[in-house]
């Protein structure tokens, strides 16, 4: 990294710890009540989204005007990548928007499936991302952009759904993120656009994850959570269009990586409420991480639960990749770890409230 950026990260980070204060302790924004569905039990100031995610945009717009930005943004040679990136950012900005719409007047699910769906199939349509489906099927463009727009709105919500409890999602993009420099070290790894994309995203959040640490006085609100599950979905489907001279393309397997706990236990709830004909869209508190919650272990213990699991997933994906194993047989085995780990934590946790 160039030194002279250095300065500017520490300035930034200041900023966003400025800005995250000034919204935490003002009279103004937006406000969760808690409720019998909820982890915390006094109001707080949500929304911390519409904070960093405009930062972190700014910031990568700043960077790549600014006269030595390539410097710290490589950006790969072709016309369209800054036309790809700009895509992006305006993705990032939208979902921002709709979700802080969604934290002040509480939209019906129908409607914002249906926006969700709508800028995302527009973003692929524009971008025609490119991506390794498994056993090498293949599928007409129309077909793939219909499943990779279904997929990645799943994604994004499941993400927005499981973003219930404090510094949770925070530290589970920050580990996953070192199993995506495995997966994909020429677009993740360290001096990588990739790298440099989360390292800005992380920088921006710095007054976020000051004020969001157990015990919270600010939540990240669907405008955080929105913004955020769509860009680290989507960016992975950059890497085999810019690229292009490593012959890299982003296998759809590897989105496990981002974030395995979450999906895990979000589809397990999703199918056990199904099964049980619970409406799917309302808020409960039968995740994992809420019953480890209610347990003496409380938020902390929950947290640490779940951030040693997703070390380990890093560690031994490491192991793994340092012996050679295919990216198939790492996937499975990783895969079947997370399963394993998350069965014996749902028997082990019992339901009844213990603090």
């Not at 960093?52 to 930005?69: A, D, K, T």
Request: proline share 4%; hydrophobic share 55%; charged share 15%.
């Amino acid at each position: 990294m160039v030194s002279f950026f250095l300065p500017i990260f520490a300035i930034l980070a200041v900023l966003s710890l400025i800005l995250h204060t000034f919204y935490v302790y003002s009279r103004f924004g937006v406000k969760d009540v808690p409720n019998e569905r909820s982890l915390h039990d006094v109001v707080t100031k949500k929304s911390g989204g519409m904070f960093f995610i405009p930062i972190f945009l700014l910031s990568v717009i700043g960077f790549l005007f600014f006269p030595n930005g390539d410097n710290f943004l490589p950006l790969p040679e072709g016309s369209s990548v800054r036309t790809d990136l700009y895509l992006l950012l305006a993705g990032v900005l939208l979902f921002c928007i709709l979700g802080f719409v969604d934290d002040l007047y509480h939209l019906s699910p129908k409607l914002r499936l249906f926006l969700e769906l709508t800028l995302v199939a527009v973003f692929l349509v524009f971008v025609d991302p490119e991506v390794q489906w498994i056993f090498g099927i293949t599928f007409v463009k129309p077909l793939e952009i219909l499943l990779l727009t279904i997929f990645i709105v799943f994604a994004v919500n499941l993400v927005n759904f499981m973003d219930g409890m404090d510094w949770y999602l925070v530290t589970t993009l920050f580990l996953s993120y070192f199993s995506l420099s495995l997966v994909s070290p020429h677009f993740y790894a360290m001096d990588h656009l990739g790298y440099r994309l989360y390292l800005i995203l992380f920088v921006s959040m710095f007054g976020f994850v000051f004020y969001n640490f157990p015990r919270a006085k600010l939540f990240m609100g669907d405008s955080g959570s929105l913004a955020l599950g769509f860009l680290v979905m989507v960016l992975p489907l950059f890497v085999g269009k810019w690229e292009k001279p490593n012959s890299e393309v982003w296998d759809i397997t590897s989105f496990f990586y981002l974030f395995p706990y979450f999906w895990l236990d979000g589809i397990f709830i999703l199918i056990k409420r199904f099964f049980q004909k619970k409406h799917l869209f309302s808020a409960h508190r039968e995740h994992l991480y809420q019953r480890i919650t209610e347990t003496k272990l409380g938020k902390i213990g929950s947290l640490g639960i779940f951030s040693i699991l997703n070390l380990a997933i890093v560690c031994i994906h490491f192991q793994l990749k340092t012996n050679g194993i295919s990216n198939l047989r790492t996937f499975v085995i990783l895969f079947l770890f997370s399963i394993i780990s998350y069965g014996v934590l749902w028997s082990l946790i019992p339901r009844k409230n213990l603090a």
